[in-house]
């Protein structure tokens, strides 16, 4: 089994702890709360039942951050294990028998997993107690592996492709290509666009309002924080400029912008269409959400991992799904950068360039 040796090294690459003074206990305290993520999915299966979508592909996901734990652990205490994978997964046959796979049989061999993930945890400063509750760990995982009838080696390559998706190395980052790049020259985003954010008084009580201005022209709606408290929202429309521009996506810009792909009836229905619009528009508004308790990421260079999940997860079934998790976090970071901008301006002027992948703010004079 060499690939689990080339997991490994693949693994170790991806592991953003490794320059943390606590590398140790971040891996042992990730492992816990993997097998945690396990156990949960495993419970909520049975405790629905039929009422429960099974999707075995979440579970695969959950077991393969498990592995990646337990992988970058046993590098750590035991490098030399891995050259004999067999010995750490047993020779047990995959596929388990029905009586394995039905009455709960997966959750108890989850808990033997669980108990091995905390022996780690209590021997971490121990190495060689840490390299038997490995081990016992690694026997756990194999045996869950049998009874669900999983694919190791397929959980690995998903693991790894998520890991990728989202850290992968900066000499490695390519910007996945503009949908539109081969449609028609009318169909296609705006390669360059100047966009002026300008701000409205408000009159007689109401609210400000901000409306978009390009060659002289308004376009889109005028918009208000349509909120209580005020939070800027009006300038949200930035969000979406930031997807046109880091994603080669953006359903709401190309509805405003008159763009949409209409000689392709079946991309026009499903990627241009009020549905794709609405998800956009639902993105738009958990992300802001998110950001609002964060200062709007004023001084933050990451956006955490299970909100670009849940974006990955929201955005399923439309082309941009395809779009890897680092490619969201820059197009959500300089969104904010440029929506920040405008918020303290009260307006302004924005360069966009598709090709060159930039926004560019001018302050108003």
Not at 7 to 27: M, T
Not at 72 to 98: I, K
Not at 296 to 308: H, P, R, S, T
Not at 314 to 323: A, L
Request: some cysteine; hydrophobic content about 35%.
């Amino acid at each position: 089994m060499t690939w689990l040796r080339d997991y490994s090294v693949q693994a170790f690459e991806s592991d953003q702890l490794r320059e943390k003074p606590n590398h140790i206990d971040l891996l042992a305290a990730g492992l816990c709360g993997e097998v945690g993520s396990v156990l949960a999915e495993i419970k909520k299966q049975q405790r629905e039942m039929a009422a429960y979508p099974r999707d075995y592909d979440r579970l695969r996901d959950e077991v393969g951050d498990v592995l990646w734990y337990l992988t970058r652990l046993t590098d750590v205490f035991a490098p030399t294990e891995l050259e004999t994978p067999e010995a750490l997964l047993g020779q047990s046959p995959s596929g388990g028998t029905p009586d394995e796979r039905t009455n709960g049989i997966d959750l108890l061999v989850a808990f033997d997993l669980g108990a091995a993930a905390g022996r780690l945890l209590e021997s971490r400063t121990e190495p060689v107690s840490a390299v038997v509750a490995i081990r016992d760990a690694w026997r756990a995982l194999s045996r869950l592996i049998r009874v669900r009838d999983l694919s190791l080696q397929e959980i690995a390559d998903r693991n790894l492709a998520k890991t990728q998706s989202r850290w992968p190395m900066k000499s490695k980052r390519r910007h996945h290509g503009l949908f539109d790049d081969d449609d028609r020259e009318e169909e296609k985003l705006p390669r360059t666009l100047t966009v002026e954010f300008r701000r409205l008084p408000a009159k007689d009580g109401g609210s400000e309002t901000a409306i978009l201005r390009c060659n002289n022209l308004n376009f889109g709606d005028r918009l208000t924080d349509n909120i209580s408290e005020p939070d800027h929202y009006r300038f949200h429309d930035i969000f979406h400029f930031a997807f046109a521009v880091h994603l080669g996506w953006s359903p709401v810009m190309r509805s405003l912008l008159k763009c949409k792909r209409k000689s392709k009836p079946k991309v026009d229905e499903a990627e241009d269409g009020g549905r794709a619009t609405i998800t956009e528009e639902a993105v738009s508004a958990i992300v802001f959400n998110r950001a609002k308790s964060l200062n709007f990421y004023d001084g933050l260079d990451q956006v955490d991992y299970d909100l670009l999940k849940t974006i990955q997860e929201f955005v399923r079934g439309y082309e941009v799904e395809s779009i890897p998790l680092w490619q969201w976090e820059l197009a959500i970071l300089e969104g904010f950068r440029i929506f920040r901008a405008l918020r303290n301006h009260n307006g302004g002027t924005v360069d966009l360039n598709l090709n060159e992948r930039t926004m560019r703010y001018t302050a108003p004079k």
